[in-house]
């Protein structure tokens, strides 16, 4: 190395250039965290953490803040999001490696990349004055209807079907993360030998016993690797659910209900928070997202390197 | 070398170009509810004289700090800024346009301006104490009407906004409870129903959810044609929305020079007027006599000869006294 930078100096620029680069993005994660924790320092002095972190109040006209129905609807339509799309976005990898006739794919891969190019605000209007109404007269009332009576599972679909609700929500989040998991899946799908898939069929295995059996063992972590990018998406999504979720301060148990989630509380009060204490519980909600994200990526990191670490043993 | 010749004599162009152009720019930002209006005066005033205006609609809030912060000519607000404020940071504040904020229903079989509220009804349903419409408190004030039993949907404003700090305003003073309870801002906790963004958001869900009552700027129910009802104000009155009874607010409104005009027109004396309306509110620097002169003089044309196009796009001109009254409030801070 050193040999090599003693002889071009071409060399000794171009790797500093990239070392600049990168130290950069370590220079601005740490920039926004500063200002993040030194705007709403106020707030933090005025609630503390364990209180913020599970006060249900979010009034601005008494000036008392509190982010647990924030993070609720934010991981409630994370989850919910992630539980309706992934089945879906393996579908649809599996089809596109596997089953689909060649000249299938090139057009579904494009589809699904289209997908992702698709501005959220696109989504968000999209989801108010199309799939709104088709949610609230058409699927939740079938949904009270059939499922509605059960117990417990009831108790997920109370009210009235409005169509501005968490279910909703997570509909269109789950059409927005698809493309990531699928394209990231397909990619794994693709990285499988197809030495071994030739020989699995060579035995007489069938389509559905390579796929369990040799495709998805050897591409376990890709997908997982693709369930993280969405997941990492759906934490952060803001203007496709502003539109949906009503921005309701309250915890509640029924899918049908408004919520709020982190985002969607910055995206619509932002703009018009007059006083200090408002603005600075802002700040900390945003916070509170940060290190909620830095969380989530970290576990599914480790979780990353141990399969890794136990896959090339 | 000729190409860097050109090309630093093109960037000097440019630069003494833009550097024309600034001097005939007049900065603006604030309140978006006021934002087609200002652009559409702009517009013709820039025909006219060649200024043009910047005017980024970010909020009023973020219009209050910026004129605050001297990084812009003017700041906009919807929320009067109190006499105090304006000493303390070196402002002046004159109105310049009338909004009004109109509740707005989709109830089956009454007829749009059908229905007639009174305060204290009003508040009961925004309050969750009435859950349906045939509530004796409504049918008192409508005997004629044939009310259904369906149950009320309230729709609120998610996203703060100078509407709903109109509207939740004028609730406080109504009504006690409502001030105790809730209280006034432009966003408040609001006890009961959905919430949606912006007036297009709110309009949209009124006009799906049957049993359901909203409120939006006026401008928003004149376009989608929804069912707006009638008010009683403060004289007794049941009044309609409309540009005279905003008008008659405005007018009856006792808007204090000394005061900065810092004023809520809800629930105004007057026998027509509308009970829930507002102005939206201009802030200068006292510091700056340069730029708020090229302000006032626009805001004096625009008093002057956009009337009409205000009414166009569904906003009430200040009345006449007022105006004259913004008038001698310039002259008096030597503006004019």
Known sequence: MAKILKKSPADLIFSSVTALASFSIIVFIAGILYVLISESSLAIKQFGVIKFLTSTDWDPVKESFGALTNIYGTMLTTFLSLLLAIPVAIGIAVFVTEIAPGFLKGPIGIAIELLAAIPSIIYGMWGLFTLSPIMANHIEPFLKKTVGGLPLIGMLFEGTPMGIDILTASVILSIMIIPFTASIARDSFNLTPSVVKESAYAIGATKWEVIKNIVMPYSKLGVFGGVVLSLGRALGETMAVAFVLGNNHRITTSLLDAAATITVTLANEFAEADNDVYLSSLFYLALVLFVMSFITLAVAKIFLLKAERKHSQ | ?336
């Open chain 2, 1 to 336: 070398m000729k190409t860097a010749v050109g090309i630093i004599l093109a960037l000097a162009i440019c630069i003494s170009f833009t550097r024309a152009q600034a001097a005939e720019t007049l900065n603006g930002a604030g309140a978006t509810f006021p934002y087609p209006v200002y652009s559409a005066w702009a517009y013709e005033y820039n025909k006219i004289t060649g200024m043009k205006l910047n005017y980024q609609s970010i909020g009023s809030g973020g219009g209050v700090r910026q004129v605050t912060e001297r990084t812009v000519d003017f700041g906009a607000s919807d929320d009067p800024m109190k006499p105090e404020q304006l000493q303390k940071d070196k402002l002046l504040q004159f109105p310049a346009v009338i909004g009004g904020v109109v509740p707005v229903i989709n109830l089956a079989g009454v007829k749009p301006g059908e229905l007639r509220l009174d305060s204290s009804s009003l508040c009961g349903i925004l309050l969750g104490e009435i859950k349906f419409w045939d509530d004796e408190k409504i049918k008192k004030n409508n005997p004629s009407v044939k009310l259904p039993h369906s149950g009320v949907t309230v729709v609120y404003r998610s996203d703060g906004s100078g509407t709903t700090a109109i509207f939740t305003h004028y609730l406080s003073e109504t009504c006690p409870a409502w001030k105790e309870k809730v209280g006034a801002g432009k966003a408040v906790k609001f006890p009961v129903g959905i919430g949606g963004k912006g007036n297009e958001g709110v309009a949209n869900y009124v006009k799906r959810t049957a049993g359901s009552i909203g409120y939006v700027e006026f401008a928003y129910a004149k376009q989608n044609k929804l069912g707006h009802l009638q008010l009683k104000n403060s004289s007794g009155n049941f009044v309609e929305p409309g540009f005279t009874s905003f008008e008659d607010a405005a007018a009856t409104g006792d808007f204090d020079p000394k005061k900065g005009f810092a004023l809520w027109l809800t629930n105004a004396p007057g026998n027509n007027s509308w009970p829930i309306a507002g102005a939206t509110f201009i802030l200068l620097a006292k510091d700056k006599a340069e730029s708020n002169k090229k302000v006032v003089k626009f805001f004096d044309w625009a008093f002057k000869n956009g009337d009409n196009k205000a009414k166009e796009l569904v906003y009430v001109p200040l009345p006449k006294a007022l105006k004259e009254k913004v008038t001698a409030y310039w002259k008096a801070n030597g503006l004019q």
